[in-house]
């Protein structure tokens, strides 16, 4: 089932619980540096904080396309967490999705991933987190309407959609591609986020890493497609954007931002090299036709994005690399749905950081300047210039997304265009 990161722009988690050095003198020490290790690399951290609350005590909220779901307290308190689990326990949680009490957890924990994790890597992380600070905190209720409040709809959703294969490395691939796959499908769960899911939430396998709508997002494409995916970006390239959420081509904003601050910057320069081997091996996504955007509407975002954007994206496109994103041959840019794209005109963004890059570098919103319109137009115009190809954007598809950000349309300049 698709998950939505829900903190509030800006909300960033306590990371030191994942940074902090685990002395020699500590018992079990290697296997808890493990598990701190391998809790990073399933940013655990990410969902299971909450804006202002303790590290991993959970309490998040996660939009689904069935309600709202609120992430577990992972600590280890007896009454709250995860204190009186047994290592079989979150062994099952993690891959059959069945909580200490045999209750069915929602795939919003995304079991179906982590069940490809080995046992020694399990106990691993099941150690650490019981060495984590214990905070008594209890979640509220999840908000889902019937059926899905009955856990009972799990079961037959996993005889559906959950595999439970054991991972198998691929004789006919390198150790460093074996070692990615194992990576990227299980603790990254990358197509948790980068599958379209049908209508029951459950996974479009044949359309494995094609990009997905992530509510007021989209995970992009990261196959090989040379416009929407990765197919422009060199191993390396892929490497340093899971390292420091930015390269030559883009920089992460959005729920990825936080995924590059609490897991991707944290791994070895091994694991993020292998990550990058095994996504630059996926077959290209098919490209989607797009037809020659409206003359006028091109001008009018022509004139827009010189007033608004030119100053940091400079008149051609090209950007600032490494600061500010170069627009051209975008591959967010031109991704078939441009949520993303008004997204971050509406709302701004910021990029994720990390111990190389520790500016948050933010754009700043301009839903208070530039109406539905003038939105729609640039957004048209920028998805359509410098080597850009992709569907035009609408003035609907702007304001429903406006709405559904709930950000205020009062304050548009009387100059702006269109008003709402």
Not at 65 to 81: S, V
Not at 117 to 140: E, G, H, M, N, Q
Not at 199 to 218: C, N, P, T
Request: hydrophobic share 40%; aromatic share 8%; net charge negative.
């Amino acid at each position: 089932m698709l998950t939505i990161l829900a903190h509030p722009a800006g909300a960033l988690a306590p990371a030191g619980i994942l940074s902090g050095t685990i002395s020699d003198a500590t018992p079990n020490a290697e296997q808890l540096r493990r598990g701190q290790y391998l809790v990073a690399a399933g940013d655990c951290l990410s969902c299971h904080t909450r804006a202002g609350g303790e590290a991993l005590a959970g309490g998040l909220a996660l939009s689904t396309p069935f309600g709202l779901i609120y992430t577990a307290n992972l600590t280890p308190d007896k009454q709250t967490g995860i204190g009186s689990w047994t290592e079989q326990q979150f062994y099952r949680a993690m891959h059959e999705g069945v909580d200490d009490q045999g209750i069915n957890l929602y795939p919003a924990f995304p079991y179906p991933w982590f069940q490809l994790t080995s046992r020694a890597d399990d106990d691993a992380i099941f150690a650490f987190l019981k060495s984590t600070p214990p905070v008594a905190y209890t979640p509220p209720a999840d908000a889902l309407p019937f059926p899905m409040n009955f856990r009972i709809v799990v079961k037959v959703w996993n005889l559906l959609f959950l595999d439970t294969a054991a991972f198998r490395a691929d004789s006919s691939q390198s150790a460093e591609w074996n070692r990615g796959a194992y990576l990227v499908n299980g603790l990254g769960h990358c197509g948790d986020c980068h599958t379209p899911k049908n209508f029951l939430g459950g996974d479009k396998s044949h359309q494995a890493f094609h990009g997905a709508r992530l509510g007021d997002w989209v995970a992009p494409d990261l196959t090989s497609n040379e416009r929407t995916g990765l197919g422009s970006w060199s191993v390396n390239e892929v490497a340093e954007y899971l390292q420091n959420g930015r390269n030559v081509h883009a920089g992460a904003g959005g729920p990825m931002a936080e995924v590059i601050t609490y897991s991707t910057s944290l791994l070895t320069d091994a694991d993020r090299h292998a990550i990058a081997v095994y996504l630059k091996s996926q077959v290209a996504a098919p490209s989607t036709a797009s037809g020659a955007p409206d003359i006028g509407t091109m001008r009018r975002g022509a004139a827009i994005y010189v007033d608004a954007c030119s100053s940091c994206h400079l008149d051609d496109g090209v950007g600032q690399p490494r600061v500010f994103p170069p627009l051209g041959r975008n591959a967010m840019v031109q991704q078939g749905d441009a949520t993303a794209v008004e997204h971050v005109i509406l709302a701004g963004s910021r990029i994720g950081t990390s111990a190389l890059r520790t500016t948050p570098l933010t754009m700043p919103s301009f839903a208070w300047k530039l109406s539905d319109a003038d939105i729609a137009a640039v957004s048209t115009y920028i998805r359509n210039s410098w080597g850009n190809q992709a569907a035009a954007v609408t003035a609907a598809e702007v304001h429903d997304l406006r709405k559904a950000l709930h950000l205020d349309a009062d304050r548009l300049t009387a100059n702006s265009g269109d008003r709402l």
